[in-house]
Nanobody, 121 residues
Framework: QVQLVESGGGLVQAGGSLRLSCVAS????????MAWFRQAPGKEREFVAA????????VYADSVKGRFTISRDNAKNTVYLQMNSLKPEDTAVYFC??????????????WGQGTQVTVSS
């Protein structure tokens, strides 16, 4: 089992920045790929970014490419999502996930409880 706890969400104006963190506990963190997904009201959960266990390979959704950066610190069992140039359409609950390196939500077995990000115009 892996337990994931997100933090760092909040309210920010358009153009601003936020940094999300996700701390893992339980089984070996470094053996899993990690990802961030988001879900806006009335919409399906969508992929945002993923990073391999080594941190050497990342992939991003087109909608966030160039604005968001995913990173991980295996010594701290933590994955981060740096979000810059935020837009109102980035408003959603952001979820951290652990599993296989994929953009498909079905590839991740462990999920955090989510953290709300709200971007005002």
């Amino acid at each position: 089992q892996v337990q994931l706890v997100e933090s760092g969400g909040g309210l920010v104006q358009a153009g601003g920045s936020l940094r999300l963190s996700c701390v893992a506990s339980g089984r070996t963190f470094s053996s899993y790929a990690m990802a961030w997904f988001r879900q806006a009201p009335g919409k399906e959960r969508e992929f945002v970014a993923a990073i391999k266990w080594s941190g050497s390979t990342t992939v991003y959704a087109d909608s966030v490419k160039g604005r968001f950066t995913i990173s991980r610190d295996n010594a701290k069992n933590t994955v981060y999502l740096q979000m810059n140039s935020l837009k109102p359409e980035d408003t959603a609950v952001y979820f951290c996930a652990a599993g296989s390196y994929t953009t498909d939500v079905r590839g991740y077995s462990y999920w955090g409880q989510g953290t709300q990000v709200t971007v005002s115009s």
